[in-house]
């Protein structure tokens, strides 16, 4: 398939356009807002075509899916624009700046009959895959509580809106916060009900939050907590999930490459557990073009982009309120 890219970003150029090519698709255009960062960056990517016109790229009738990974305030409207064009989408998480915007994505996509899809990494990932096999074979008894350990330190390269903007979307809990909700989904396979939650900026946030901690209430009643942050140098990432009849520790594994390691602790001792170490957007691309194709359902769709945006917001909320908040999906799409 022929794709167009929509915004000349970090993220395409260090990871998408790779796992693209790497599946045989043909990135043949990329739309961004300045001639200039335009014809850069297809230059530097060996794209043939680019543009500043959005409709333009669109009105390309062999274009038959578009990458969107602009700056977040630009996904609703490019993506309405992409489906009204009856492009298939692959949109950048957090999928809208709100739920009822990202809610308007996907449905609109649905009634045009395209695939939806939101870039949630992690689950793409053999770690994350393999501690979801572990919980759901019953390796650890009943959940009792998740831990999810993701407080980085962005590097200097990616401090721009994220620091600085939150017209753009800028903060530490759209930025990680919403990849988090989403792997707690994608882990336990249920949605939060509630949220409570603390924030600040430590240091690199200039008038966005750096730094955020939050407890989510689960419908099993199991525990979750999760610590983002922008600001951790030597932290390290990771998650734990803790059961009736073990538990299993996954060090290292919140990134954007194969790598970490998971260890199952029970009755038994401990063991190391083995996991797939394909790369995490090459399978999302691999899943997308299943779905493209009618043989399955991308990695994360766009019910899961809404619904980790939604306990995303929700986290935003309690910690600027201090009052629980009641996670708000919206109106399923
Ligand atoms: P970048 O800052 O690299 O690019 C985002 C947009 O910023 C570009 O589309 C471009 O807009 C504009 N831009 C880029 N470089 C410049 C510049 N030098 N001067 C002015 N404007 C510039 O963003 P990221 O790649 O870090 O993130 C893009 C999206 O992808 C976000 O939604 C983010 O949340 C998501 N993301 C997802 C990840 C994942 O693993 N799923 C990881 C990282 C990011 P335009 O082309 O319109 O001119």
Known sequence: MRWALVGAS????????????????????????TVARASEFAKAQGIAGYATDLGAILSDEGIGAVYISSTNEKHHAQALAAIAAGKHVLCEKPLAMTVAEASEMVAAAKARGLVFATNHHLRCSGSHRAVRGLIA???????????????????GHLQGWRIDNPGAGGGVIPDITVHDADVARFLLGEDPVSVVAEMVSSG????????????????SGAMVMAHESFTHPFAGSGLEVHGTEGSIFATGVMTQRPVGEIVLMGDKGREVVPY?????YAQAVTDFLSAVAGKG???????????????????RTAARTGVRQAVDYGVAA
Do not use: Y
Not at 204 to 217: F, N, R, Y
Not at 276 to 280: M, S
């Open 297 to 315: 359902r991308p990695a994360a769709d766009g019910r899961d982009g809404v619904a980790s945006l939604a306990v995303a917001l929700a986290v």
């Open 10 to 33: 970090t993220i395409a150029a260090e990871h998408v356009i790779g796992a693209l090519r790497a599946a045989g698709e043909d990135v043949a255009l990329v739309q961004s807002s």
């Open 204 to 219: 690199m946030g200039q008038g966005v939050e750096d730094s955020v901690m939050s407890v989510w209430t689960m419908p």
């Open 137 to 155: 074979s019953g390796q650890i008894g009943r959940v009792l509580s998740l831990r999810l350990f993701h407080a980085v330190h962005l590097p």
């Open 276 to 280: 797939p170490t394909h790369n995490l």
